[in-house]
């Protein structure tokens, strides 16, 4: 039998290292495809509905469109006053509908928003399927408490785009029950998964007044693990909810704390300039300080024109804080209601005291067409080049 030159001249040494070589090119062929068809696709389902929504300003275009699947939740964040959490979650047909609706408006950007969605698996990742083929960008928030390694890759095989995976802390505290511990072989799985589904893996961290300590922590093990982060200031409700049981205990920043959220900001914002990938602006991180002191100006918020919420009835509404609001902003069966006058003249009153991660963040990169590129740039090459 003739012998390979290769193999006959070549030490075990040497031709384990052309094996390597050429493991370590395919899989650099391999990432370079999934910052390419990422990039494609942020550029498809943000930039191209943006511009065109901007063409047609008249008519009602949002770009990005959060989806109440489920109020419902397998725990208890004492920050979080999401009402009705009993009741059933969102009829199939209901968010199919939505999803045409949606289509229909030349939105392509479909956020699922809870409760945790992850309650019902089955109905994520049909809707997902169904949305994804009809070319969405399909955002998943998720505590991640419910996923494990089947779902990671149903979820991925039908088309998520991006996984947004939210903990406040690396161990358990009182009134804090998503920590990273609790999620990490499920996390590490989720990570390592990435380039075979072309997902983008995020984690969300909520600052309150007994995490602090720990959003350092949290922001060095993403940037180990690759992934980018993103950063919400716990914001108590502005409408009072006489059901929600932790209005004295859910972790609201006293003024004990300011200093140190002061420093962790700070520490944020340096990170963001050295290329840590982060969802939010510089602008968004400096606000925060502003914010808590009370002392935050009004801002051009753009939600119910740039973005909305579909609550579980098929009903519309501008944004998360406003979500128990009577007032009837339209619904997917007879098109919206927004009122732009009225609208601005509300938020002249509620942007002193919301900010709003996704809100604050359209607002900034819809602000220029440099912004706008920095946007798309996060969602393919973050990870690569580091864009703040
Ligand atoms: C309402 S949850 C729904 C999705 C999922 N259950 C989760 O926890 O991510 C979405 C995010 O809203 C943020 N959030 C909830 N209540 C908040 C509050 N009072 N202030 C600031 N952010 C809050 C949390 O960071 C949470 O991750
Ligand atoms: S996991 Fe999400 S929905 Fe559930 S209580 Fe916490 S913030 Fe609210
Ligand atoms: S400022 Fe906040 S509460 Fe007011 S409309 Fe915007 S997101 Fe909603």
Known sequence: MATHPESFHSTPGARFNRIDKRVR????????????????RAYRSWLVPYIKSRLQSESFRPVLSFLYTDLRCNVDCHYCYIQDKTILGMDMQVAKDAVDWLHSVGCRVLAYMGGEPLVRKSFIIELTRYAAEKGFFVYLPTNGILMDKEFIDEIGRAGVSTINLAVDAVEQHEGLPKYFNRIKSQFEYLVQQEHQYGYITFLNINITDNNIDEVRELTEIAHEYGIATDYHINEPPLIKYDSYEHEEDGGWISEKRFQQVDEIVDWLMDKNRDGYPMVNSLEHLRAMKSFIRHEQHPWP???????????????????????????DWGNIYDGPKFDRIKLAARKRICSPHCLSTCNFQVTHYTSSGLHWLQWIAKHAYANMFGVS
């Open 25 to 40: 090119s395919r899989e650099k062929t391999h990432k370079n495809r999934y910052y390419v068809n990422n990039f494609a």
């Open 301 to 327: 918020c753009r939600a119910g024109e740039l973005s909305m919420i579909i609550r579980l009835d098929g009903s519309f509404a501008p944004c998360f804080e406003l979500y128990n609001e009577n007032e």
